[in-house]
């Protein structure tokens, strides 16, 4: 059968995609009102109204006479310790941006660009705070170092005369927080470095420059565009810290938002506002840098290029004493970062009362942090016995851990999905309309989020939708459905956490997901969706049959990198602060607060270590499925599974030639 030509110069279209039921319906309309409507309800429902009205409400607080003092909270702000607050905050984020930045660029040089022995035992050694962050790191520094941690207990034999709480204030929180934030320097820094042109450094080498000055004169300008978004992204961190301050006991304006937020009236004055505020004046701050890292990517960079790239080759340093010095020091961060590890890791199969005394006993190991469920017996003040039944359980063991495991995992998994499910969406429309404002504004709309701090969206919610603003909408679009005389149900913080906890999580993703997966639609061949086109195929089924395919991987991955973020998370969940939102990270934290009070929880440090661990494994296999197993090409797996046959071949003695033989004669 032959086709007549056609003015097109192609096939005559196929009818793919439009049989039955679907043939009198236009799919692609119905996908673009569908991705419009939710756009709009995203956008302007869970972005632009509640941070609108956390604003408008800082200037709507009275008087003691009852009168509107729009500037009243102001006043207050300039008359009150608030200020303190914000400075606070400010020291921490600048000093964090020096201790971060030369911890962060001296690892990744003594692994990928110094020569180093060990350096990928090093590797991996630095790379630990990438498997646990946030509560469960700082608990782990506190395990060490606290009043009566193991390293502060060691101290005080060696110095009596030590003070037991050092480990507090800013000192302890810039240490915590220096180590914790390298993680970026080690994923971003590392590919920057990795991907030099080592032709450039043998060049500068050739015309007798140092290795010093090579590293200072050539390699260092072409590392300035990632090391200027690294310090940014660290400032925010700093000034928008919440887990050390709060664990640490220093005073920056995260944890005084969210004490703010669960203040009243009759406790101080217009708590809320002056959370709101403070939340404002993140954002400003946030958007000020943002504006001023767009301003610096635009006047362009330094690229390290030539015609042939070659790989970086590691540099050896020839100085005899700067080599051992480079050797102690490399190892001194070493043993830093791997010493909370190890040591959770060694307790978490202790007893609870070798936790509780930070002393380790090779002949008390024990699974009961992780599974076991026992009884506390003891002597009450009659001098009777007094048993509290499950008082020492293991993280699987004691129902309220394992109902926090459930409620993250659920949650973290939703907002995972649904962020990935709408920025595909949206990205889709941003090529289709790439060269148009629509697409533009489509994507400044989805990356609004990074303009905001993770407390303001947070404390947004909880404020806008249980205000008179929301109940007048919900009251409008109830319409004709509500009974005359009664009002509608509209405390979705007091009735619905979890859902604006999702919401909370979607937002806050956004971004990331946007970046990661607008970079894989770039891999698309365009000639594929005209081929699509061609055969008939609609807008609709050319993306799912075509595209999606192609980006399903990248998707997959931003996917588990979202959900190992969220599912650790402790910020968001603090913030709205409701018995029905308590995810994982608040549950452990809640009982080491309360750890031995009524003779309750009495393992509840060596249930903090085994969940830590747990956490590890779980942030451990994602990685390694999205950077180790999902990272590699179709030739790297097929290598490394002949690999694997022939070493089963070996290891079984059978040579799977002989099989293929039987089997032909056979057939």
């Known amino acids: 059968m032959q086709y007549s030509a056609n003015p097109g110069g192609s096939l005559p279209p196929r009818d793919l995609g439009r049989k039955g039921f679907w043939s009198g319906i236009d799919l692609s309309r119905v996908w673009k009102v569908f991705g419009v409507v939710l756009f709009i309800i995203l956008f302007f429902g869970f972005m632009v109204f509640p941070c609108l009205d956390t604003l408008t409400s800082i200037f709507a607080e009275k008087d003691a006479n009852g009168n509107w003092d729009p500037l009243a909270v102001i006043r207050f702000f300039f008359a009150g310790n608030m200020p303190n607050f914000l400075f606070n905050s400010l020291v921490l984020a600048v000093v964090l941006v020096v201790t971060v930045n030369v911890v962060g660029i001296s690892i990744v040089l003594l692994t990928e660009y110094f020569d180093i022995k060990g350096a990928k035992i090093l590797r991996l050694g630095y790379m630990t705070t990438l498997i646990y962050s946030g509560v469960a790191l700082v608990t782990g520094y506190q395990f060490l170092y606290d009043s009566n941690g193991l390293v502060t207990n060691w101290l005080k034999e060696l110095f009596p005369n030590i003070n037991g709480s050092w480990f507090t204030g800013f000192s302890a929180v810039i240490f915590t927080m220096t180590f914790a934030c390298t993680s970026n320097h080690a994923l971003f820094l590392r590919n920057a470095i990795r991907g030099i042109d080592y032709n450039t450094v043998e060049a500068a080498r050739n015309m007798g420059a140092s290795p010093f000055k090579v590293l200072f004169k050539v390699v260092m300008p072409t590392l300035l565009p990632t090391l200027f978004s690294l310090t940014v992204m660290t400032f925010i961190t700093g000034l928008c810290a919440m887990s050390a301050p709060t664990l640490l006991g220093y005073n920056s304006i995260n944890p005084e938002i969210v004490r703010l937020a669960g203040s009243s009236t009759a406790d101080e004055a217009f708590p809320q506002a002056r959370a709101a505020l403070l939340s404002v004046m993140l954002a400003m701050f946030t958007v000020v840098l943002l504006t001023v890292l767009n301003h610096y990517e635009n006047k362009g960079h330094y690229l390290s290029v030539s015609k042939t790239k070659a790989k970086l080759v590691k540099q050896k340093i020839q100085n005899p004493v700067a080599n051992i010095l480079a050797h102690i020091y490399a190892y001194v961060l070493f043993i830093i970062y791997m010493t909370p590890v190890v040591m959770i890791i060694v307790f978490s199969f202790q007893n609870w009362g070798n936790v509780r005394t930070k002393t380790i006993d090779f002949s008390s190991w024990t699974l009961s942090n992780y599974f076991g469920n026992q009884d506390y017996t003891y002597l009450n003040w009659k001098g009777r016995e007094v048993t509290r039944k499950g008082a020492i359980s293991g993280v699987f063991g004691n129902e309220a851990t394992v109902g926090g495991i ?248 059978k040579s799977r030639k002989q099989e293929r033989e039987k089997e032909t004669v056979k057939i």
């Open 406 to 653: 459930r409620l993250s995992f659920v949650l973290s998994a939703i907002a995972a999905a649904l962020a990935c499910v709408i920025v595909v969406i949206v990205v889709n429309y941003i090529f289709k309309n790439k060269n148009k404002r629509r697409g533009r504004a489509a994507e400044a709309c989805m990356l609004f989020p990074w303009l905001l701090p993770t407390i303001l969206i947070c404390y947004s919610y909880r404020i806008f939708f249980n205000s008179d603003l929301f109940a007048g909408i919900r009251l409008g679009l109830a319409g004709f459905g509500t009974v005359e005389g009664t009002t509608p149900s509209v405390n979705l913080y007091m009735e619905n956490v979890r859902f604006l906890i999702i919401m909370a999580y979607t937002v806050v993703k956004l971004p990331f997901a946007l970046r990661m997966i607008k970079a894989a639609f770039y891999a698309i061949d365009d000639e594929l969706e005209d081929a699509a086109k061609n055969l008939g195929a609609s807008p609709l089924v050319t993306f799912l049959r075509v595209k999606l395919p192609i980006v399903l991987p990248s998707v997959l991955a931003v996917f588990a990198l979202n959900f190992n973020a969220l599912f650790t998370e402790y910020d968001m969940g603090a913030t709205f602060a409701k018995p029905e939102g308590r995810t994982y990270a608040m549950v452990i934290q809640s009982m080491c607060a309360e750890e031995g009070r009524d003779n309750m929880n009495m393992n509840a440090s060596g249930r903090r270590c085994a969940a830590t661990v747990f956490i590890m494994i779980v942030s451990g296999l994602i990685l390694y499925l999205v950077y180790g197993v999902g990272s590699r090409d179709l030739a790297e797996r097929l290598s490394r599974r002949e690999k694997r046959r022939a070493f089963w071949d070996r290891l079984t003695g």
